[in-house]
């Protein structure tokens, strides 16, 4: 069974604290209701040539996700990640939360796993790489670190069912967490139905700490083996 970790350890990911976005705060709206995310456009000024990615496969109990490590647009994140999956450090590990926002199109939310649970896999944080510097931004399909401020993140991660531009960085925002915004490294190319499966999985509602209680999986989903296409 997964160990909650204390409050402010389970601030990970998600939008802010409210529940609602606030008002002057658009609200976030699905992509097109396709089984699969759209791969990013590049930011290059030559778009004719796409950035380079790492495919990974994601063996969960319900199915496989694939996605696309941006290693061209967020090498550290992505190097993080690849380094997890090559040590074996996510097999048998799980997603254990489902945030699920209950406005706007349906699904709205995030599906959040990795190593919080194995302590002794951990690998020592990384630098941020902000949406705005990257230009990966938060969209339906998106894979992003979770944190608690820029710099701490580890191996623990979430994938979005709903576009959340609220998560991206924010230069012009006077709140510190808004203008660095999370880092997001890539995007699922195939399993979004797996995704949406995890997401769509019973809640227990007594787990969870403050306002994330009634977010964690009443029983999360193994992730088998995390593995670079082609290993």
């Given amino acids: 069974m997964i160990r909650m970790l204390t409050l402010a350890s389970a601030l990970l990911l998600a939008m802010p604290a409210a529940a609602q976005p606030a008002a002057d705060q658009p609200v ?14 590049p930011t290059a000024s030559d778009t004719s040539l796409a950035p380079q990615t790492e495919l990974v496969a994601i063996e969960t109990a319900l199915g496989t996700i694939t996605v696309a490590l941006e290693t061209e647009r967020a090498p550290v994140t992505s190097a993080n990640f690849l380094r997890y999956a090559a040590e074996e450090r996510f097999d048998g590990a799980e997603f254990y939360r489902a945030m699920r926002l209950d406005w706007g199109e349906q699904p709205n939310g995030l599906i959040q796993g990795g190593a919080q649970g194995y302590p002794d896999r951990v690998l020592p944080p990384i630098a941020h790489e902000p949406t705005d510097q990257t ?3 938060h969209k339906r399909g998106t894979i992003s670190m979770a944190m608690l401020e820029p710099g701490s993140a580890t191996g623990d991660w979430s994938i979005l069912l709903s576009d959340m531009p609220g998560l991206d960085a924010d230069p012009a925002s006077e709140d510190p967490a808004r203008r660095a915004g999370y880092a997001a490294f890539g995007h699922v ?12 999985a019973p809640l227990d509602p007594d787990k969870g700490e403050g306002w994330m209680k009634g977010q ?8 088998i083996t995390v593995r670079k296409v082609g290993d």
């Fill in 28 to 41: 976030p709206t699905p992509a097109a209701t396709a089984a699969q995310a759209t791969p990013q456009a």
């Fill in 135 to 137: 230009g990966i931004t």
């Fill in 189 to 200: 190319v195939d399993g979004m139905d797996v995704v949406e499966a995890i997401w769509n």
């Fill in 216 to 223: 964690m999986l009443a029983q999360p989903v193994k992730m």
